[in-house]
């Protein structure tokens, strides 16, 4: 495959970075946020995504007779580089998520209610996979819908958990389990709005001094109309968002960013007043960072090309990205926060800290990123399953 971008499409990467540039606002921009800077959770980064709409920015890939452009996924995918480098908000669970699981499988009374206010940026969504008992093992999710006859539709009775959006979403993405016949054959998709009477959400602070959630449903009523696709389809639907989500959840330019970010450190200090670029150890940690970090973004480019083949997301190629990338994050941090020494560990924004404390804050927030999105031990078995072809059990 080529590795190289179109003039074409370096001039789009050039035309996204003036707009930044003319759009900067640290409220907006935050990069010391990690991965969590995508979310878009306060009012002003919602207006910011308006702007994006409005340029037509936020249906790139989207049919035309949609609202869409009907263009080609490296455009989403510079744009999405872009905005990550600079740590702002990102075009993720609502257009690539949720609007093309909509688009694929929804039914008309839902893409004409919710695609265009996605395209518009006037909705955030939460979306509900993980349970006590059902982390990355989303097949195993036993949030219990009843059907309800009378009213025509579904009861929703139980708890999810680590739901990063629950707090300012507007909507639910939820899956629910409607049938015990099948482990994967009984999930079913929903969407209910937050406000709902029968919701009730609960923070759980992090290590990365951001929000997630547990949200308790007690006899939520859910309308037919609000099924999304077929009834005991949704493991199918989830694992193809899923997909993307392992990719767009975690775009490379952020990892690049912290890596210009070390190697600018390492090349002005000093260490026993022997320059710092010149330690061998230091030397080969460098070294060995810089080359996984092509590696990552070659990765990152070989889901790209695979996708834009045409049906489903490749799948493999998605848990290939997003095993290597998130363990060469935490790698990164583990490196800054040793090649900085004690200084290492004082806070963000530190102006005397190295790296203005940057280290630190990488430390805590890569945590979580070999966990979203499906562990680790998830996407190794993906991969052994799905492109090694080695048996479920061995």
């Not at 206010?117 to 996979?129: D, H, P, Q, R, T």
């Not at 990719?247 to 390492?266: G, H, K």
Request: proline share 4%; charged share 25%; glycine share 10%.
């Amino acid at each position: 495959m080529n590795f190289e971008f179109s003039d074409e499409q370096q001039a789009f990467v050039e035309e996204v970075r003036a707009f930044l540039e003319a759009n900067d606002d640290p409220e907006v921009f935050d990069v010391t946020r990690e991965n969590m800077a995508q979310i878009v959770d306060t009012p002003k980064r919602r207006a910011f995504m308006r702007t994006l709409g409005e340029k037509g920015w936020l249906g790139i890939t989207w049919p035309k007779e949609l609202g869409g452009q009907d263009g080609e996924g490296v455009y989403e995918y510079l744009l999405n580089e872009q905005l990550a480098y600079r740590g702002g908000p990102q075009i993720g669970k609502g257009v690539g998520i949720i609007g093309k699981t909509l688009i694929r499988h929804g039914s008309e009374k839902l893409k004409r209610e919710f695609l265009p206010k996605i395209l518009n940026a006037e909705v955030e969504f939460a979306v509900g996979y993980s349970e006590p008992q059902a982390g990355s093992d989303a097949a195993n999710m036993q949030l219990k819908a009843t059907r309800d006859d009378a009213r025509g539709g579904w009861v929703l009775t139980g708890q999810k958990i680590w739901t990063t959006s629950a707090h300012f979403a507007d909507w639910y993405w939820v899956g629910a389990r409607t049938s015990q016949e099948s482990k994967h054959g009984g999930i079913t998709l929903f969407l209910v709005p937050m406000d709902h009477p029968g919701l009730e959400v609960q923070g759980i602070p992090t290590i990365g001094d951001e929000i997630t959630n547990s949200v308790y449903f007690d006899d939520v009523f859910v309308h037919d109309d609000y099924v999304v696709g077929e009834l005991n389809k949704g493991f199918q639907y989830v694992s193809e968002a899923l997909d993307l989500e392992r990719f767009t959840m975690f775009m490379y330019s952020p990892i690049q960013q912290r890596l210009e970010l070390l190697c600018e450190y390492v090349r002005t200090e000093t260490k026993d007043g022997k320059p710092l670029r010149e330690d061998p150890v230091v030397r080969q940690k460098i070294a060995q960072l810089v080359t996984e970090g092509e590696v990552a973004r070659v990765l990152g480019l070989r889901f790209l090309s695979k996708s834009m083949v045409g049906g489903k997301p490749p799948t493999s190629e998605a848990s290939m990205y997003k095993l290597f990338a998130t363990t060469l994050s935490k790698k990164l941090a583990n490196a800054s926060m040793e090649i900085g020494g004690p200084g290492a560990q004082l806070r963000v924004r530190t102006e005397e800290a190295p790296m203005q404390g940057r280290a630190e804050s990488t430390y805590r927030y890569t945590v979580i990123d070999t966990i979203g999105g499906g562990a680790s031990e998830i996407q190794k078995n993906i991969i052994a399953r799905r492109h090694l072809g080695l048996p479920r059990n061995f």
